[in-house]
Protein backbone atom coordinates (compact mmCIF):
# COMPACT_ATOMS: atom_id res chain seq x y z
CA UNK A 1 0.00 0.00 0.00
CA UNK A 2 1.07 3.25 -0.51
CA UNK A 3 -0.21 6.52 0.54
CA UNK A 4 0.49 9.53 -1.23
CA UNK A 5 -0.37 13.02 0.48
CA UNK A 6 -1.05 16.05 -1.78
CA UNK A 7 -1.72 19.80 -0.63
CA UNK A 8 -5.52 19.88 -1.26
CA UNK A 9 -8.27 18.16 -2.46
CA UNK A 10 -7.84 19.58 -6.18
CA UNK A 11 -4.30 18.14 -6.62
CA UNK A 12 -5.55 14.64 -5.04
CA UNK A 13 -8.50 14.45 -7.64
CA UNK A 14 -6.06 15.84 -10.06
CA UNK A 15 -3.56 12.69 -9.26
CA UNK A 16 -6.15 10.22 -9.24
CA UNK A 17 -7.62 11.03 -12.64
CA UNK A 18 -4.12 11.39 -14.16
CA UNK A 19 -3.48 7.12 -12.44
CA UNK A 20 -6.75 6.65 -14.26
CA UNK A 21 -5.95 7.97 -17.82
CA UNK A 22 -2.23 6.70 -17.80
CA UNK A 23 -3.78 3.10 -16.96
CA UNK A 24 -6.53 3.84 -19.81
CA UNK A 25 -3.83 4.67 -22.13
CA UNK A 26 -1.16 1.93 -21.72
CA UNK A 27 -4.67 -0.13 -21.92
CA UNK A 28 -7.38 0.88 -24.45
CA UNK A 29 -9.90 -1.94 -23.17
CA UNK A 30 -9.30 -1.32 -19.58
CA UNK A 31 -11.79 -2.40 -17.14
CA UNK A 32 -12.53 0.11 -14.43
CA UNK A 33 -14.06 0.26 -11.12
CA UNK A 34 -15.89 3.23 -10.44
CA UNK A 35 -17.36 4.71 -7.45
CA UNK A 36 -19.79 7.85 -6.91
CA UNK A 37 -20.14 10.38 -4.73
CA UNK A 38 -18.97 14.23 -4.56
CA UNK A 39 -15.06 13.32 -3.72
CA UNK A 40 -15.38 11.55 -7.40
CA UNK A 41 -16.89 14.70 -9.07
CA UNK A 42 -13.37 16.72 -9.43
CA UNK A 43 -11.72 12.99 -10.71
CA UNK A 44 -14.41 12.32 -13.21
CA UNK A 45 -14.35 16.39 -14.50
CA UNK A 46 -10.59 15.75 -14.74
CA UNK A 47 -10.88 12.77 -16.92
CA UNK A 48 -13.81 14.36 -19.11
CA UNK A 49 -11.21 17.21 -19.60
CA UNK A 50 -8.60 15.14 -20.87
CA UNK A 51 -10.84 13.48 -22.83
CA UNK A 52 -11.79 16.88 -24.37
CA UNK A 53 -7.96 18.65 -24.83
CA UNK A 54 -6.22 15.44 -25.43
CA UNK A 55 -8.36 12.95 -26.97
CA UNK A 56 -8.24 10.67 -23.45
CA UNK A 57 -9.90 7.60 -25.30
CA UNK A 58 -12.33 5.56 -23.66
CA UNK A 59 -13.88 3.82 -26.53
CA UNK A 60 -12.83 0.25 -25.76
CA UNK A 61 -12.78 1.10 -21.72
CA UNK A 62 -15.57 -1.40 -19.77
CA UNK A 63 -16.93 -0.01 -16.50
CA UNK A 64 -18.40 -1.33 -13.54
CA UNK A 65 -19.81 0.49 -10.88
CA UNK A 66 -19.56 -0.59 -7.48
CA UNK A 67 -23.05 -0.18 -6.19
CA UNK A 68 -26.68 1.26 -7.02
CA UNK A 69 -29.88 1.76 -4.73
CA UNK A 70 -32.35 -0.65 -4.86
CA UNK A 71 -35.56 0.16 -6.20
CA UNK A 72 -34.28 3.07 -8.21
CA UNK A 73 -34.86 3.09 -12.05
CA UNK A 74 -31.64 4.81 -14.68
CA UNK A 75 -33.86 7.44 -15.35
CA UNK A 76 -34.20 8.55 -11.32
CA UNK A 77 -32.51 11.73 -10.42
CA UNK A 78 -31.22 9.95 -7.46
CA UNK A 79 -29.50 6.49 -8.60
CA UNK A 80 -25.98 6.37 -9.39
CA UNK A 81 -26.62 5.48 -13.37
CA UNK A 82 -27.97 8.98 -13.63
CA UNK A 83 -24.87 10.34 -11.27
CA UNK A 84 -22.56 8.56 -13.73
CA UNK A 85 -24.58 9.86 -16.81
CA UNK A 86 -23.92 13.18 -15.61
CA UNK A 87 -20.44 13.15 -14.25
CA UNK A 88 -18.75 10.95 -16.61
CA UNK A 89 -20.31 9.18 -19.29
CA UNK A 90 -22.39 11.82 -21.41
CA UNK A 91 -19.10 13.60 -21.28
CA UNK A 92 -16.73 10.91 -22.62
CA UNK A 93 -16.77 8.23 -25.70
CA UNK A 94 -17.95 5.26 -23.53
CA UNK A 95 -20.13 3.02 -25.42
CA UNK A 96 -23.63 3.12 -23.32
CA UNK A 97 -23.17 -0.66 -23.59
CA UNK A 98 -20.07 -0.57 -22.25
CA UNK A 99 -21.23 0.94 -18.81
CA UNK A 100 -22.50 -1.86 -15.84
CA UNK A 101 -24.32 -1.17 -12.63
CA UNK A 102 -25.92 -3.27 -10.54
CA UNK A 103 -29.75 -3.01 -11.79
CA UNK A 104 -31.94 -1.55 -8.28
CA UNK A 105 -35.07 -2.42 -9.98
CA UNK A 106 -34.47 -6.21 -10.61
CA UNK A 107 -36.97 -8.57 -9.08
CA UNK A 108 -34.71 -11.39 -8.34
CA UNK A 109 -32.07 -9.65 -6.60
CA UNK A 110 -29.93 -12.70 -5.68
CA UNK A 111 -29.65 -13.69 -9.03
CA UNK A 112 -28.90 -9.85 -10.29
CA UNK A 113 -25.75 -10.17 -8.09
CA UNK A 114 -24.95 -13.06 -9.31
CA UNK A 115 -25.20 -11.86 -13.02
CA UNK A 116 -23.07 -8.86 -11.88
CA UNK A 117 -20.32 -11.16 -10.37
CA UNK A 118 -20.51 -13.17 -13.45
CA UNK A 119 -20.40 -10.03 -15.58
CA UNK A 120 -17.20 -9.10 -14.03
CA UNK A 121 -15.48 -12.54 -14.93
CA UNK A 122 -16.47 -12.00 -18.52
CA UNK A 123 -14.62 -9.11 -18.75
CA UNK A 124 -11.49 -10.66 -17.47
CA UNK A 125 -11.84 -8.48 -13.98
CA UNK A 126 -11.87 -5.38 -12.97
CA UNK A 127 -7.82 -3.98 -13.63
CA UNK A 128 -8.35 -0.52 -11.74
CA UNK A 129 -10.96 -0.37 -9.20
CA UNK A 130 -11.19 4.00 -8.27
CA UNK A 131 -12.57 4.09 -4.36
CA UNK A 132 -13.92 6.48 -1.64
CA UNK A 133 -14.80 6.00 2.15
CA UNK A 134 -17.66 6.34 4.36
CA UNK A 135 -17.34 8.12 7.30
CA UNK A 136 -17.90 4.78 8.89
CA UNK A 137 -14.56 3.34 7.05
CA UNK A 138 -16.64 1.23 4.04
CA UNK A 139 -15.60 0.92 0.88
CA UNK A 140 -19.11 0.56 -1.57
CA UNK A 141 -21.65 0.15 0.82
CA UNK A 142 -19.82 -2.66 2.76
CA UNK A 143 -21.51 -1.55 5.83
CA UNK A 144 -19.73 -2.58 9.21
CA UNK A 145 -19.18 -6.21 9.88
CA UNK A 146 -18.90 -6.98 6.08
CA UNK A 147 -17.08 -9.81 5.65
CA UNK A 148 -14.18 -9.54 3.94
CA UNK A 149 -14.91 -11.92 1.41
CA UNK A 150 -18.29 -11.18 0.52
CA UNK A 151 -19.79 -10.59 -3.24
CA UNK A 152 -22.10 -8.76 -5.10
CA UNK A 153 -25.36 -8.74 -3.01
CA UNK A 154 -28.09 -6.48 -1.25
CA UNK A 155 -27.12 -4.59 1.91
CA UNK A 156 -29.05 -2.39 3.98
CA UNK A 157 -27.76 0.73 5.01
CA UNK A 158 -27.03 2.62 8.09
CA UNK A 159 -28.44 5.74 9.00
CA UNK A 160 -24.99 7.58 8.81
CA UNK A 161 -24.70 6.25 5.31
CA UNK A 162 -28.20 7.53 4.37
CA UNK A 163 -27.19 10.53 5.93
CA UNK A 164 -23.86 10.78 4.50
CA UNK A 165 -25.57 10.49 1.26
CA UNK A 166 -28.50 12.54 1.59
CA UNK A 167 -27.15 15.34 -0.80
CA UNK A 168 -28.21 13.79 -3.63
CA UNK A 169 -32.11 13.45 -2.26
CA UNK A 170 -32.35 17.20 -1.17
CA UNK A 171 -30.81 16.64 2.18
CA UNK A 172 -33.40 14.68 3.01
CA UNK A 173 -31.92 11.03 4.92
CA UNK A 174 -34.99 9.70 4.92
CA UNK A 175 -35.51 9.83 1.04
CA UNK A 176 -32.75 7.79 0.70
CA UNK A 177 -33.42 4.34 -0.10
CA UNK A 178 -33.05 2.11 2.69
CA UNK A 179 -31.17 -0.50 0.78
CA UNK A 180 -28.48 -1.18 -2.32
CA UNK A 181 -26.66 -3.84 -4.11
CA UNK A 182 -23.03 -3.76 -3.48
CA UNK A 183 -19.87 -4.92 -4.97
CA UNK A 184 -18.62 -7.30 -1.77
CA UNK A 185 -15.43 -6.81 -0.07
CA UNK A 186 -14.15 -9.62 -1.46
CA UNK A 187 -15.20 -8.80 -4.74
CA UNK A 188 -13.53 -5.19 -4.52
CA UNK A 189 -10.49 -6.76 -3.42
CA UNK A 190 -9.81 -8.82 -6.72
CA UNK A 191 -9.32 -5.75 -8.64
CA UNK A 192 -5.73 -5.98 -9.41
CA UNK A 193 -5.09 -2.26 -8.42
CA UNK A 194 -7.39 -0.21 -5.96
CA UNK A 195 -7.34 3.66 -6.23
CA UNK A 196 -8.54 5.13 -2.70
CA UNK A 197 -9.29 9.17 -2.64
CA UNK A 198 -10.34 10.80 0.10
CA UNK A 199 -10.18 14.29 1.09
CA UNK A 200 -11.67 16.44 4.42
CA UNK A 201 -10.71 16.57 7.78
CA UNK A 202 -13.83 14.74 8.82
CA UNK A 203 -12.23 11.35 7.01
CA UNK A 204 -9.37 12.03 8.73
CA UNK A 205 -9.71 9.78 12.11
CA UNK A 206 -11.50 7.02 9.61
CA UNK A 207 -8.86 7.06 6.72
CA UNK A 208 -6.26 6.63 9.94
CA UNK A 209 -8.11 3.21 11.25
CA UNK A 210 -8.36 2.03 8.16
CA UNK A 211 -4.89 2.57 6.70
CA UNK A 212 -3.14 1.97 10.09
CA UNK A 213 -5.24 0.42 12.13
CA UNK A 214 -6.46 -3.57 12.19
CA UNK A 215 -7.89 -4.79 10.35
CA UNK A 216 -11.55 -5.44 10.30
CA UNK A 217 -14.90 -6.24 9.60
CA UNK A 218 -16.33 -3.15 11.52
CA UNK A 219 -14.09 -0.80 8.99
CA UNK A 220 -14.53 -2.55 5.47
CA UNK A 221 -11.86 -0.29 3.97
CA UNK A 222 -8.97 -1.71 6.25
CA UNK A 223 -9.30 -4.72 4.14
CA UNK A 224 -7.12 -2.69 1.54
CA UNK A 225 -3.87 -3.65 3.44
CA UNK A 226 -4.18 -7.07 2.20
CA UNK A 227 -4.38 -5.70 -1.37
CA UNK A 228 -1.31 -5.88 -3.43
CA UNK A 229 -1.37 -2.72 -5.33
CA UNK A 230 -3.45 -0.12 -3.23
CA UNK A 231 -2.93 3.29 -3.38
CA UNK A 232 -3.97 5.75 -1.38
CA UNK A 233 -4.50 9.66 -2.22
CA UNK A 234 -5.36 12.18 0.30
CA UNK A 235 -4.95 15.60 0.96
CA UNK A 236 -3.69 17.45 4.16
CA UNK A 237 -6.77 17.16 6.32
CA UNK A 238 -7.51 13.75 5.23
CA UNK A 239 -3.82 12.69 6.48
CA UNK A 240 -3.90 14.84 9.50
CA UNK A 241 -4.17 12.08 11.72
CA UNK A 242 -1.83 9.13 9.93
CA UNK A 243 1.40 8.38 12.08
CA UNK A 244 3.56 7.59 9.07
CA UNK A 245 2.91 10.68 7.46
CA UNK A 246 6.79 11.28 7.41
CA UNK A 247 7.84 7.72 5.45
CA UNK A 248 4.51 8.45 3.07
CA UNK A 249 5.90 11.89 1.95
CA UNK A 250 9.32 9.71 1.25
CA UNK A 251 7.77 7.64 -0.93
CA UNK A 252 6.36 10.30 -3.08
CA UNK A 253 9.30 12.18 -3.40
CA UNK A 254 11.85 9.00 -3.68
CA UNK A 255 10.31 6.21 -5.50
CA UNK A 256 10.69 5.72 -9.42
CA UNK A 257 7.17 4.63 -9.93
CA UNK A 258 5.79 8.27 -8.50
CA UNK A 259 8.68 10.17 -10.70
CA UNK A 260 6.12 11.64 -13.19
CA UNK A 261 3.68 12.64 -10.49
CA UNK A 262 5.97 14.30 -8.01
Known amino acids: MDVIIQPTAARAEQLAAAIIA ?17 TM ?3 YGHLARLHREEGLDFAQCRTFNLDEYIGLGSGD ?10 QLFRHVNLLPENTHLPDGLAVELDAECEAYEA ?5 GGIDLQLLGIGRDGHIGFNEPLSALRSRTREKGLTRATREQ ?13 ARAITMGVGTILDSRRCLLLADGAEKARILALAVEGPITSMISASALQLHAHCTIIVDEAAASELE ?4 YRWILANEPEWAEFR
Open 22 to 38: KALRAKPHLVLGLATGR
Open 165 to 177: NAAMFGGNANKVP
Open 119 to 123: RIRAC
Open 77 to 86: PGSYRHYMRE
Open 244 to 247: GTEY
Open 41 to 43: EGV
